[in-house]
């Protein structure tokens, strides 16, 4: 028997055990899919789709052609991918999963990169939004603001080593591409020529794309909200958390941290909701909420394979490495809190500040649109700075000379 008939028996099994525990308890289901369903329409859905929607305008316009060409001399040596990965990592740390994936396989698509080249890039702009580090987990479900920075430093930082440690992966094929600098000017416009769309089109296949795509990761959210009340009604999370702490030769590793643990494996959000609870120092919750952001858990890692399905990367490699992302990140995050934890600034305590979950969670549409628009043009205003200070004399020259 071959390895995908193998894979094929495995699937129906599971599945099988998700239908027969949602027809056994429907209710649960039904509860846990209404709670995905108010964190995507909530949340996800307007802090997520004008970022969808607008990279989609801004790659037809050549914006991505534009910053290629501007970063290309910072891309190139740090991480061995083209100058227009720099769209995809801003972007992707601005707003948070899957925007970079999106974008990289975009890139993939319109031949920007080569298979290689994606392959890094997709492992590199991959990285969670600072809106979701500093404000949802940290503020809401920490009930601690002060750990957003140990979170967020952490995390892009783990990003970067991942992506400086991806320039490793492969062997670059012999390609004719021009790394000379040029005009980002000049190659936004030959671009936006070579698209040839009116600004009428290009926005109605934004909008129609950015939606079909967040509510594809809606199903997700939904999904994986089910799977993860399922496991813990049915008493399987508890039945394993036990059997593999007792496996474990370490008093200090309960079933609790286990459980929470896997939760959080599963799905970010509802992890980091269960280390909070848990009863032990602040500095293992911290590696262990650290670790779950880095990996981006099972549901977000769901939503890139489903959308790097149609290119030719490889998901396998980009998930073995989400998963070496997360050790880093767990790592970074207890140096940093070692070395920083005890200055005044941060004054690190836990707080019971109950119900302040809900209040993000249920927070308004508008109130969250805003803020993420808001990341939006505060990234772009970052990468232009960047731009404009990179080729500050080449500007200044330009000018005298005319």
């Avoid at 769901?302 to 998930?319: C, H, N, P, R, W």
Wanted: include cysteine.
């Amino acid at each position: 028997m071959n390895r995908n008939n193998i894979s094929t028996f495995v699937y129906s099994i599971i599945f099988c055990l998700i239908v027969v525990c949602i027809i056994a308890y429907p209710s649960e289901a039904f509860s846990a899919a209404s709670d995905g369903l108010k964190l995507w329409f909530n949340v996800v859905c307007p802090a997520l789709l004008p970022f969808f929607i607008c990279v989609e305008i801004l790659i037809g316009l050549g914006i991505v052609s534009f910053f290629g060409s501007a970063f290309k001399p910072l891309m190139r040596p740090v991480f061995k991918v083209p100058g227009e990965g720099s769209f995809g990592f801003f972007m992707s740390m601005s707003s948070g999963y899957p925007v970079g994936a999106k974008i990289t396989a975009k890139l993939r698509q319109e031949m920007l990169c080569t298979p290689i080249e994606g392959q890094r890039l997709l492992s590199l702009c991959s990285t969670s939004g600072p809106l979701f580090i500093i404000g949802a987990v940290a503020a809401g479900i920490m009930n601690n603001p002060a750990l957003g920075f140990f979170l967020a430093v952490s995390h892009y930082l783990s990003a970067v080593t991942i992506g400086f440690l991806m320039r490793y992966y492969g062997k670059d094929k012999a390609n004719n591409r021009n790394d000379r600098i040029s005009n980002p000017i000049a190659d936004m416009l030959n671009y936006r020529q070579k698209d040839g769309r009116t600004i009428g089109v290009l926005m109605g296949d934004a909008v129609k794309n950015g939606v079909n795509l967040i509510l594809m990761i809606g199903g997700f959210i939904i999904f994986f909200s089910v799977i993860t009340s399922m496991l813990k009604i049915s008493g399987f999370l508890s039945f394993f958390s036990i059997m593999l702490s007792k496996a474990i030769p370490f008093d200090t590793v309960t079933p609790d941290i286990i459980s929470s643990f896997l939760i959080g494996f599963m799905e970010v959000t509802n992890g980091a909701k269960a280390c909070s609870a848990l009863q032990v120092p602040l500095i293992y919750k911290t590696i262990m909420v650290s670790f779950m952001i880095g990996f981006g858990g099972l549901s977000v890692n769901a939503q890139v394979m489903s959308i790097v399905a149609e290119t030719d990367l490889k998901f396998g490699i980009y998930f073995i490495f989400k998963i070496v992302q997360g050790i880093i990140a767990a790592l970074y995050s207890f140096i940093l809190f070692a070395w920083f934890s005890n200055l005044q600034v941060f004054n690190l305590y836990e707080t019971a500040n109950a119900g302040m979950w809900d209040t993000v969670t249920n927070s308004s549409w508008i109130n969250v649109f805003i803020e993420s628009s808001i990341n939006m043009l505060f990234i772009f205003a970052f990468m232009l700075v960047v731009f404009i200070i990179k080729n500050k004399k080449r500007l200044l020259h330009q000018s005298l000379s005319r």
